[in-house]
């Protein structure tokens, strides 16, 4: 079974297995690393290209559909962007 998801940042299309999923709990963003959670989740590439164009982007929250707080997102992109 494909599961094809779309990176928020660029709209490239790539097997979910090979992007960074981010879920919400209760606002939060999180990791899923699991990517078996219920909850909808974001997909965003593994690089900093992407991460660095999201934490850019003016309409955030129009990109956010599960709840997640921005400022919470943007926190957790910025953890990213360091490591
Ligand atoms: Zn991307």
């Known amino acids: 079974m494909k599961c094809i998801r779309t990176c928020i ?3 490239k ?3 979910k297995y090979d992007l960074i999923r981010i879920t919400s709990d209760n606002g939060e963003a999180k990791f ?4 078996k959670e219920n909850a ?4 965003i590439c593994n690089n900093k290209e992407c991460i ?3 934490l850019k982007m003016k ?3 129009k990109v956010i559909k ?13 953890e990213m962007e360091d490591m």
Do not use: E, H, P, T
């Open 13 to 15: 299309k790539a097997n």
């Open 32 to 35: 899923d690393v699991s990517k």
């Open 66 to 78: 599960n709840g997640i707080k921005a400022d919470s997102l943007k926190r957790l992109l910025v």
């Open 9 to 11: 940042a660029c709209r």
């Open 52 to 54: 660095k164009k999201l």
């Open 40 to 43: 909808r989740g974001l997909y």
């Open 59 to 61: 309409n955030i929250n």
